[in-house]
């Protein structure tokens, strides 16, 4: 075991040192309550039996304090844990509790008596009633086929994939601020007073605004209700505690469980505390895909640490220690996918409750503090990867500020990640935000950010794996995984294929038909989640939910901006391989299609020669205007695409490049594509160059990033951009220089996000072969960090490939 306590962090590394490396265990508590009330209240408005299985849970989870924790707040089990939905997937618990424990993503253990309550308690309630049945019987036949095997619903084909069903919503931020403001008393006193004002005859007001606001003031009661329960046990272990310091530390607890959040705290570890219990009882509400962000941290939290240091009544160094009691309980908490599908999208235990840090002020100043800093510092200094810190970055940020990100980045655990004001804020203005919500945004995915009283979509969206649609302009429809099946469009034996322009046309046209049978996912996800979710707690601290006295999971909130997506997953591997065809058949003539589509079936067994020739084809991500340019009409076709469909949804559904771990799964189905990548291995993810593709510096592949991208359109979103470094190329002062003008220079070209791995192949190889000498070691991922021992060896592989630039 290798040593955590690191000076000045002695209490965070004790924490840690507890749950460290510790396989997770499935706590079936929230789920066999919510199902307990849910037997109960069958019939009533659905955010009122939300709110009411809520308080159930308040009344009886059981509830932990920590061995040396200062903040309190767990859903589960101690050490490290994850909780189940079943009213997302429940149709998955049957499968799922004989295969989580030896699954290869995200292995969880379950109690032989957790696995008794899960069959004979949850699951059979749940059967026929799940969010996931309901949309596989909602969908076409046609869609149906692209998205599961028909045959068995519960297989995913890693074509057009919804992730709807294994998230009841996409990434979120909430208003903490007005918790911290008027706590969940103003809350609840707010939907009392709206209650009185109600008409006692209007059809509208008893059927749709009372059982909304009896939903709010339910939930209020029901956090405050689970935060005292915090409170009388902290009494009880502090009666019953003979060390004095812990004892004093446990009625200081008790003190501060009992007031927040029902009333504005009066200290920062009070806002704090605040802040966690609203977090932590938002994961017992619903399970939000990839975690509920924290929003910006060092905005709102600020007036309680300016007003406790200058009191006197605490120092930097317990600020920190208060912050990495946060960090420590959210990384105990995982995000448990139960259907494989969700697994394999988010491996290494992925959830990314963003914390944002920097960027401007709502009136657009430079918006960096104290606790910026702060937060920074804890970053490099204590090693953990939650939460996922994101540093927004604008024209004006301080040298100070990209000097200690660029120095956290060197860290090497890939914190924080950049996310640009220059291309956010307009992009948000043009989509209807005031100038004071657009600079307010705070980060909330991998890249995505959230207005949070602006924001209202919360459907999960479809991810698209356009390498599927080279495969099957390749064999007319078809793909060599599901042989015999016509999947995409039948555009005809590329052989009879005259010009590159008719190639090019047929999978522009499988490329149109893939986008139209995830619009049609969607459809059917935007109609059915009302009927299926609701979140009281989270509708409770937005202003237009409260305006409109609806849930955030209705489909259309009057004031709301709906940011929606969808993924293009594969872009370089799909570049490239249009280049390489672009080139090497048509332009040069080298081999023919014949030839071409030979090699692709052999998976270039026998054909290295032509592997070769196909790999050293023009690619993206070295500033080649050749593959470039195909980058940016793949890019601007699928913009047109939601530029007029996205209407009809009645949503912003825009063009992101935002893998997870989605471009491994992807890969698995795709043949030998020909840009020489073997079958079925990974796919280039987000907006990143294919593995080794780009061989010109890593400011060649920022460039290709900005030459594709077609600024005109408003329908662009994220494009999330993984760079990997060695450390020697940025070793020492002078590499924390040009570090911090690679960062201005990514700011500058209005690319959105930006992440880095510095780390050496070498060390990863080692790390492969000994995993047990490298159980600490992060990496990146997409929107987060994770142990590279904790990966599969796929991913593994994955990250090993890409390319490693020695300089900048
Ligand atoms: C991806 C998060 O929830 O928008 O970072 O898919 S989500």
């Known amino acids: 075991e290798q040593t955590v306590t690191i000076p000045g962090h002695e209490r965070a590394g004790r924490i840690l040192r507890s749950f460290q490396n510790q396989r997770p265990k499935i706590d079936v508590e929230r789920a066999r309550l919510f199902t307990e009330s849910f037997r109960q209240s069958e019939g009533e408005a659905l955010i009122l039996r939300w709110s009411k299985a809520l308080l159930h849970i308040a009344k009886h989870i059981t509830v932990y304090i920590d061995e040396d924790q200062l903040i309190v707040g767990r859903g589960g089990y101690t050490g490290r844990y994850g909780i189940l939905y079943p009213e ?6 049957d499968t799922a509790i004989r295969e989580l424990p030896s699954r290869g993503q995200s292995p969880f253990d379950l109690t032989d008596e957790d696995a008794r309550v899960i069959v004979n308690e949850i699951s059979p309630y749940w059967k026929g009633k799940t969010f996931h049945e309901a949309l596989a019987d909602a ?16 297989k995913s084909r890693f074509i057009i994939n919804e992730t709807a069903s294994f998230r009841s919503s996409i990434q979120w931020v909430h208003d903490y601020e007005k918790v911290l403001r008027i706590g969940y008393k103003g809350i609840k006193e707010e939907a009392l007073r709206e209650i009185d004002q109600l008409d006692p005859y209007s059809p509208v007001d008893n059927m749709e605004k009372l059982p909304f606001l009896q939903a709010i003031v339910n939930v209020s009661d029901a956090i405050v209700l689970w935060a005292n329960r915090h409170s009388e046990l902290a009494s009880r272990q502090a009666d019953e505690e003979s060390n004095p310091v812990r004892q004093a530390e446990l009625r200081k607890i008790a003190e501060i469980s009992a007031r927040v959040p029902e009333y504005p705290p009066r200290s920062f570890h009070e806002a704090v505390q605040s802040q966690w219990f609203v977090q932590m009882f938002s994961r017992l509400e619903q399970k939000t895909g990839t975690v509920i962000s924290n929003g910006r941290m060092d905005q709102y939290l600020y007036p309680y640490y300016q007003q406790d240091i200058k009191l006197g009544h605490i120092t930097d160094q317990e600020v920190i220690e208060l912050l990495e009691c946060v960090w420590n309980a959210m990384a105990q908490f995982l995000d448990l996918y139960i259907s494989p599908t969700g697994g394999a999208f988010n491996e290494g235990y992925a959830h990314w409750e963003a914390v944002t840090v920097g960027g401007q002020t709502p009136g657009g100043l430079d918006a960096t503090n104290e606790l910026t800093y702060l937060m920074l510092q804890s970053k490099r200094e204590f090693p953990l990867n939650y939460p996922d810190l994101a540093a927004r970055i604008h024209t004006r940020s301080p040298e100070r500020y990209l000097y200690e990100v660029a120095e956290t980045i060197k860290e090497g655990s890939g914190f924080p990640k950049l996310i640009n004001d220059e291309e956010v804020v307009p992009l948000l203005l043009a989509k209807g935000a005031t100038f004071e919500e657009a600079y307010d945004y705070a980060v909330s995915g991998c890249a995505e950010c959230r207005m949070p009283n602006r924001d209202t979509y919360t459907s999960p969206c479809a991810y698209i794996n356009f390498a599927a649609a080279i495969e099957m302009t390749l064999r007319n429809g078809q793909m060599q995984r599901y042989p015999g099946e016509i999947l995409g469009l039948e555009t005809g034996d590329p052989q009879s294929f005259g010009s590159w322009e008719l190639f090019f046309d047929a999978y522009k046209a499988q490329q149109k038909h893939f986008l139209k049978h995830a619009f049609i996912q969607q459809h059917a996800i935007i109609r059915l989640r009302s009927r299926h979710f609701a979140a009281p707690l989270s509708s409770s601290m937005h202003k237009l939910c409260l305006q409109n006295f609806k849930d955030i999971h209705e489909p259309h909130i009057e004031g709301g901006i709906d940011l929606g997506y969808f993924e293009f997953i594969g872009y370089g591997t799909v570049i490239d391989s249009l ?3 672009k080139k090497v058949v048509y332009e040069d003539k080298r081999i023919t299609m014949g030839q071409l589509i030979e090699a692709l079936d052999r998976d270039f067994e026998g054909y290295e020669a032509i592997r070769q020739l196909l790999a050293h084809a023009p690619s993206y991500g070295n500033n080649d205007d050749y593959a470039d340019s195909i980058a940016k009409e793949l890019d601007e076709e699928a913009l047109k695409f939601t530029r007029n469909y996205s209407k009809q949804l009645g949503v912003n559904l825009d063009l992101r490049y935002v893998p ?9 189905v795709v043949a030998a594509t020909p840009n020489g990548r073997k079958a079925y291995t990974p796919l280039a993810d987000g907006s990143s160059a294919s593995h080794g ?3 010109n510096g890593p400011t060649a592949v920022l460039l290709s990033n900005f030459y594709s991208k077609n600024y005109n359109y408003r329908e662009r979103a994220a494009r999330l951009l993984n760079i990997k470094l060695t450390p020697s190329c940025v070793d020492g002062e002078e590499g924390t220089l040009k570090l911090v003008s690679f960062i201005r220079t990514w700011s500058d070209l209005r690319l959105w996000h930006l992440q880095f ?3 050496n192949r070498q060390t990863l190889l080692d790390a492969q072969r000994e995993p047990e000498q490298y159980r600490n070691l992060l990496v990146r991922i997409a929107g987060y960090s994770a142990y590279f021992t904790d990966l599969s060896e796929d991913l593994q592989n994955d990250l090993i490939r890409r390319t490693e630039h020695t300089a900048i």
């Open 757 to 759: 791995n510095i780390i």
């Open 693 to 695: 593709a780009d061989k």
């Open 579 to 581: 280049a390489a065809i």
């Open 660 to 668: 997870f771990t989605s471009h491994v799964p992807f890969g698995k």
């Open 88 to 93: 997302l997937d429940g149709d998955y618990l």
């Open 139 to 154: 969908l076409p036949a046609d869609t149906l086929k692209v998205t599961y095997d028909p045959e068995d619903p519960l």
